[in-house]
């Protein structure tokens, strides 16, 4: 069983290596842009029949008699011709913006879709403003690939197409000899970006700290206000944004004179010039009429534009796949396993045993901790700064899955519990607050989305917040970040009134206060001992005299249990928490005077 359900996530990824990453992104459209460059091909053929038609009308007009009504057809093949063939591009566009709107709602649904899937290190692993360039300004590059690239390829494709096959068909020496100046200018071209190609890694860096810098600029401007040309976040803006001008230098320089040679070369006057001195060294030597000459002239100099067009193209094509990769990185982000049926949990002990966990591989940042959490009992959880509280924390909450060990909820593992009965019975109030934009009314009911106006209420006046939301504009209806505007503190006790409307029988508590200022503090301290009564609690503390009550209260210390008791019992032992105990706060220089565990 084992081996027939591992070979094809074994072999899968070998089969998406060999695909390039644009390929891999276009996947579900690929066929409506094959079809959009088909009909730009076409119809870019059709609009360049007029050029025919007027060589053909120069001809019959100096032959024979009876030639008015063979220009008349030749007026209207061509005339047909440039409408169908504008209707032909006109219907590519669509069908390419089409294909593009599908694949950009595809990608940004499927990205939020897969980070609510990640874990929560990974967050801290990553910048926002990566996380922003892919699907943002990576989507909006692949935007104008999936829209524009597929039609323009076709239209210039099809207009040197059916030029090339045309002059070969009017006299395949002079067109030699006319459409020499085009692969030169390929060849000047690829000198071009293999000069400029040593350089885009360098680039492609560059712009990435521009945009870390200007969030860190945003984010710090109160600092750089305060302190003026001496903000940290300013300099680093300044160094991102003259780095990035240097490398930029670099990046264009060799693509000047070569591009400069190139372009000379298909200019449509040298082109022009050329079919000119060909052609007259044609008739002179008798090898052609100086009519024949006409079509070249009328041709070979159309050819110039859409070569161009496709070197601009291509250079979007590099962009495009600096973007794909990223956003193929983001889907491909591995995800917590999904919950395995292993039974429903009895009762609501919670068992941690064993745990380790390490956001980088080899530095764990909890190791081998075991502890039970009683039903109906408090358990605290204290010590130094990075100590690994809320690492703790999170893991109770499966925002991560540990490295080795396990916690159990009622006897059974935590990653055979469906997300939702889960946390139907573990709730937590974590010290950084999250609000959506939207009414109060639904920022409370988050998990609850049935619950009715009287529920909410009733959740919010235990969380202390009832009376506050009252004075809003809109009262339960005001929108947070419009009309309602809440403090930290305010914002934890929504928060909890999220909690409390969940009712579960485990709550988490990760230093609920701490952003909180001493009203708000204690509104809060009120709120969470009225909604503790009778509940399992896990509380991740800062001060020691919010938790001394607990039955049971881990020290924990460079991610070790160091001391496990409670209040009396550890200051007895005159360890780690003793000294805790007696600074009354957590410093750092207050870690490295802490016995060793």
């Known amino acids: 069983m084992s081996d027939s359900s591992s070979s094809p996530q074994h072999h899968a990824p070998v089969k998406t290596k060999l695909r390039s990453p644009i390929s891999r992104v276009l996947a579900p ?180 700290r521009i945009d870390e810098a200007v969030v860190e600029f945003v984010n710090g401007m109160p600092l750089v206000k305060a302190f003026g040309d001496q903000g940290n976040a300013q300099d680093r803006y300044r160094e991102a944004v003259d780095a990035f001008a240097g490398t930029f230098t670099g990046f264009t320089r060799p693509l000047v004179a070569s591009m400069a040679r190139a372009n000379a070369l298909i200019a449509p006057v040298s082109v022009l010039g050329l079919v000119l001195l060909a052609g007259t060294l044609f008739v002179a030597l008798g090898w052609a009429e100086p009519l024949a000459i006409l079509p070249f002239a009328l041709v070979t100099p159309g050819l110039c534009a859409p070569l161009q067009l496709l070197h601009y193209i291509t250079h979007d094509l590099n962009n495009a796949v600096g973007a794909a990769q990223r956003v193929l990185a983001l889907l491909d982000t591995p995800v917590l396993p999904q919950p395995t049926p292993g039974g429903w949990p009895n009762g609501c002990e919670v068992r941690a045993e064993q745990l380790s966990h390490a956001y980088t591989p080899g530095h764990n940042v909890i190791s081998d901790v075991s502890f039970t959490l009683a039903p109906g009992t408090t358990t605290a959880i204290v010590g130094p700064s990075g100590a690994g509280k809320s690492t703790l924390a999170r893991l109770l909450l499966r925002f991560f899955d540990p490295d080795s060990g396990r916690i159990s909820l009622g006897g059974v593992d935590l990653r055979q519990i469906e997300s939702r009965e889960l946390y139907r019975r573990i709730g937590f109030v974590l010290q950084e607050v999250r609000l959506i934009h939207a009414s109060v009314a639904e920022n ?24 506050r939301i009252l004075q809003l504009p809109r009262g ?15 914002q934890q006790r929504l928060s909890i009134a999220r909690a409390v409307l969940l009712d579960p029988p485990v709550l988490v508590l990760d230093e609920a206060t701490a952003a909180a200022d001493a009203e708000s503090e204690a509104a809060i301290q009120d709120a969470l001992a009225r909604f503790a009564q009778g509940r399992t609690l896990l509380v991740i503390a800062h001060r020691l005299d919010t938790v001394m009550h607990a039955e049971q209260i881990l020290v924990l210390d460079q991610g070790r249990v160091c001391e496990q008791g409670r209040h009396a019992e550890l200051l007895a032992r005159q360890g780690v928490y003793a000294q805790l105990w007696a600074q009354g706060h957590y410093p750092d220089t207050v870690k490295k005077a802490l016995p060793v565990c």
């Not at 005339?79 to 089409?98: D, I, N, P, R, W």
């Not at 909410?456 to 235990?462: G, H, Q």
Request: contains cysteine.
């Open 29 to 208: 459209i690929r066929g409506q842009l094959i079809a959009a460059a088909l009909l730009a091909a076409a119809g870019s053929m059709l609009t360049l029949v007029p050029l025919a038609g007027i060589a053909h009308i120069a001809h019959l007009a100096l032959s024979e008699a009876g030639a008015p009504a063979a220009i008349g057809w030749t007026v209207f093949a061509s005339v047909a011709s440039l409408f169908t063939g504008m209707a032909l591009l006109s219907v590519a566009e669509l069908l390419a913006h089409q294909a593009d709107n599908r694949i950009t709602h595809h990608l940004r649904v499927a990205i939020g879709q897969r980070l609510m899937q990640v874990p929560l290190g990974w967050f801290s692993e990553h910048a926002s403003s990566e996380v922003k360039r892919a699907m943002q300004d990576d989507i909006g590059t692949l935007h104008s690939l999936t829209a524009h690239f597929y039609t323009t390829l076709g239209r210039a494709v099809g207009a040197v197409l059916i030029a090339v096959l045309y002059l070969f068909a009017m006299d395949w020496r002079l067109a030699v000899i006319c459409l020499l100046p085009f692969p030169a200018f390929f060849l000047f071209l690829r000198r071009a970006m293999q000069a400029s190609a040593r350089h885009m890694d360098e680039v492609v860096a560059g712009m990435a």
């Open 444 to 467: 409370i009911a988050l998990g609850r989305p049935t619950a009715t106006r009287e529920q909410i209420e009733a959740a919010a006046r235990l969380a202390n917040i009832h009376t």
């Open 476 to 490: 339960y209806d005001s929108v947070i970040g419009e009309d309602a505007q809440l403090s930290g503190g305010e």
